[in-house]
């Protein structure tokens, strides 16, 4: 039952990440709490124009006291109870309602003592990973794995009502529980009252942070990517190198190898929060990261819109890779197309590799056959070189990610593992502006042939076999079977790829 659920897990979360589910909306978290899409839409560039005047006179006439502005609300005592500005209200109500608002507003705040409070807003809807943004006075007690959200108030007003502690695994495939067993569970939790027994600051940052974990499937090249890399991408890129890192389940191998990246994400060391005894403080801090699908990104959900052609530019400009597009075969010092043979040792290898790179080379290409490593400066270097890029379905393969845009990815698909290569491969190629060829291999150019013929229900009818149990379906058709290719019969995946860089 459990391992059943596993696999449709699994099925499950691959497919709702698809690229089916892409919706152009272009998302704006101030926006989205006011308008409904459609009047977003409606809307355009004439509000933005409003909204933005709107927002700058608040600006002029608050500056003081707002700091980044949607995040603070200002609450100021008046004779009768206490008066609300909740600043993401700007677009309820008319124009003129506020501008009396402001003129209520603006002589009391010059006089009265203003109240900050701390704001936690968590997601825990996103299909992919729970994630919480805090803002204000945030202290990070690693030690207690607790992130408190702390507000002041000498008056002793109460936390208004809503959820004042989450828990959080701040790694992104919180639908696959082998993962996530892994995974440190973190408190975020608010903090009302007396700031004094609050936990004291011993270290203060005046820049934000961002938690998230090295645990669940770390150590796979894929899913250091897809789970970790890519969706940091996502939530640190906005602010440019000023944003310090805090890692739990912390790997110094994870670290090391993607140093050069990390470096250009943010310019302070990792804390690892695992061996720290201090009290941190930020100004704001995102725990957990965000994450719309597998090895890409939705730019209507980043922020900046940030694309997946964003992430593989940046990852050329951090590794200083030359080739940023194919440039057309036949060009100046280009006469050959260029194609990496990626080999697995293990599982999933070719097991004619030298035949297939012999083919290559006769109908025209320059053939490199590489184990990819994971001395990352170098192996990228190798990649951007090339072309054509093929191998078996495998975490290899994710070294397309460092392709120039226009090159060809060739997968070739073990018996078995059509969904698979699609949504972890196929799909993803497309945003990266990778041209993308499937060459799905025949019952005879499986090794499952030697242990089963070729009518066995292994072949014809995988789910009577596996019967959807993740783990048998990974021994029989992932860690079970190498490939043999046909090479007459691949020879036209070959030509076709040649044949795209003529178009
Ligand atoms: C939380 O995530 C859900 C699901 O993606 C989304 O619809 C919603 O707008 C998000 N809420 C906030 C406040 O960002
Ligand atoms: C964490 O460290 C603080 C001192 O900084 C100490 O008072 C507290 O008891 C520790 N908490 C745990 C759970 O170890
Ligand atoms: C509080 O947070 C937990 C997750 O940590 C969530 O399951 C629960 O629904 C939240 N409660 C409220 C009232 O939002
Ligand atoms: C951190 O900042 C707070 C508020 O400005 C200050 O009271 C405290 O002394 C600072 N702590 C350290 C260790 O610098
Ligand atoms: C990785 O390769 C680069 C380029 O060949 C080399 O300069 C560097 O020393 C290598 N790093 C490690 C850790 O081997």
């Avoid at 609300?84 to 009265?112: C, G, N």
Wanted: aromatic share 10%.
């Amino acid at each position: 039952m459990s391992k059943e659920k596993a696999y449709a897990d699994k099925v499950a979360l691959h497919q709702s990440t698809g690229v089916a589910e892409i919706e152009n909306v272009a998302y704006n978290a101030i926006f989205a709490k006011s308008f409904s899409r459609n009047e977003q839409k409606k809307l355009g560039c004439g509000a933005l124009a409003v909204f933005l005047m709107i927002v700058l006179s608040l600006c002029t006439v608050l500056k003081p006291y707002l700091g980044p502005l949607p995040i603070l609300k200002l609450r100021v005592p008046v004779d009768s109870g206490v008066y609300m500005l909740t600043v993401e209200d700007t677009m309820s109500s008319s124009f003129e309602q506020k501008k009396e608002d402001l003129s209520r507003y603006q002589p009391i705040v010059a006089e009265k003592e203003v109240i900050k409070e701390t704001k936690i807003m968590c997601n825990v809807s996103e299909r992919r990973s729970d994630f919480c943004e805090v803002d204000g006075d945030v202290r990070i007690q690693a030690n207690s794995s607790t992130i408190f959200a702390v507000s002041s108030s000498q008056t002793g007003i109460p936390e208004p009502a809503g959820n004042d502690s989450w828990a959080i695994r701040p790694y992104a495939r919180k639908g696959d529980k082998a993962a996530m067993g892994s995974v440190n569970q973190l408190w975020v939790k608010s903090f009302a009252g007396h700031e004094e027994a609050a936990p004291q600051c011993t270290l203060n940052h005046s820049v934000p942070a961002i938690v998230f974990s090295t645990g669940g499937y770390t150590g796979n090249n894929f899913h250091e990517f897809t789970d970790t890399l890519i969706p940091l991408f996502i939530t640190s890129r906005q602010f440019n190198g000023e944003v310090q890192f805090v890692v739990t389940d912390y790997k110094a191998f994870w670290v090391n190898k993607y140093q050069v990246i990390l470096k250009h994400l943010s310019r302070y060391e990792i804390i690892n929060m695992d061996k720290d005894h201090q009290i941190h403080c930020f100004p704001r801090v995102v725990v957990g990261l965000k994450c719309h699908k597998e090895l890409s990104i939705d730019p209507s959900k980043s922020p900046n819109g940030y694309s997946m052609l964003d992430f593989t530019e940046f990852l050329r400009s951090s590794y200083s890779l030359k080739r940023g597009t194919v440039t057309r075969i036949g060009d100046r010092g280009h006469k050959k197309p260029r194609l990496l043979i990626i080999s697995r040792k293990r599982t999933r290898s070719f097991m004619n590799v030298g035949e297939i790179a012999k083919m290559a080379r006769r109908l025209g290409y320059k053939v490199a056959v590489a184990e990819a490593t994971s001395n990352l400066s170098q192996f990228a270097q190798d990649v951007n070189s090339c072309d054509v890029l093929m191998g078996v379905h495998g975490a290899g393969l994710t070294n397309m990610i460092f392709l120039p845009a226009n090159a060809i990815l060739i997968q070739i698909v073990p018996f078995g593992l059509d969904w698979l290569a699609t949504y972890d491969f196929g799909k993803p190629a497309l945003d990266m502006n990778i041209r993308y060829l499937e060459y799905k291999i025949k019952e005879e150019e499986s090794s499952l042939i030697q242990q089963y013929p070729s009518d066995h229900a292994v072949f014809r009818d995988p789910p009577s076999v596996h019967k959807y149990d993740w783990q048998a379906f990974r021994a029989l058709y992932l860690d079970n079977q190498n490939v043999k290719l046909d090479v007459r019969r691949f020879k036209a995946t070959l030509l076709k790829a040649i044949e795209l860089f003529h178009q």
